[in-house]
């Protein structure tokens, strides 16, 4: 299993990122997917979330508005547009793979995650 995180980089404020993740190893399509990032000094936070079909999208309130998530199900690949950057959108941001089965099995895979720095 590969989750390999792309796109980050350093910008100004205001300014924009394409992140992605490419996956293999595992049915993409069969998984829920997340980004979260982690900033210097601080835990975990979670960024947004997408369903396995696309349909359905989740962010947190600190990002909502100005990111987008998205999936193609057909490349194996995850996306996180992030527009009107932040200062505090700096962070380590991890790709997420989440699934549990009927039987409530958990299956839970991460990327090594890319940088983002938002900074003038």
């Known amino acids: 299993v590969q989750l390999v995180e792309s796109g980050g980089g350093m910008v100004q404020p205001g300014g924009s990122l394409r992140l992605s993740c490419a996956a293999s190893?595992?049915?993409?399509?069969?998984?829920?997917m997340n980004w979260v990032r982690q900033a210097p000094g601080k835990g975990p936070e979670w960024v947004s979330r997408?369903?396995?079909?696309?349909?359905?999208?989740y962010y947190a309130d600190s990002v909502k508005g100005r990111f987008t998530i998205s999936r193609d199900n057909a490349k194996n690949t995850l996306f996180l547009q992030m527009n009107s950057l932040k200062p505090e959108d700096t962070a380590i941001y991890f790709c997420?793979?989440?699934?549990?089965?009927?039987?409530?099995?958990?299956?839970?895979?991460w990327g090594q995650g890319t940088q983002v720095t938002v900074s003038s």
């Open positions: 190893g595992f049915t993409f399509s069969s998984y829920d």
């Open positions: 997408v369903v396995t079909g696309g349909g359905s999208t």
């Open positions: 997420n793979a989440n699934r549990i089965t009927g039987m409530g099995e958990e299956f839970d895979y």
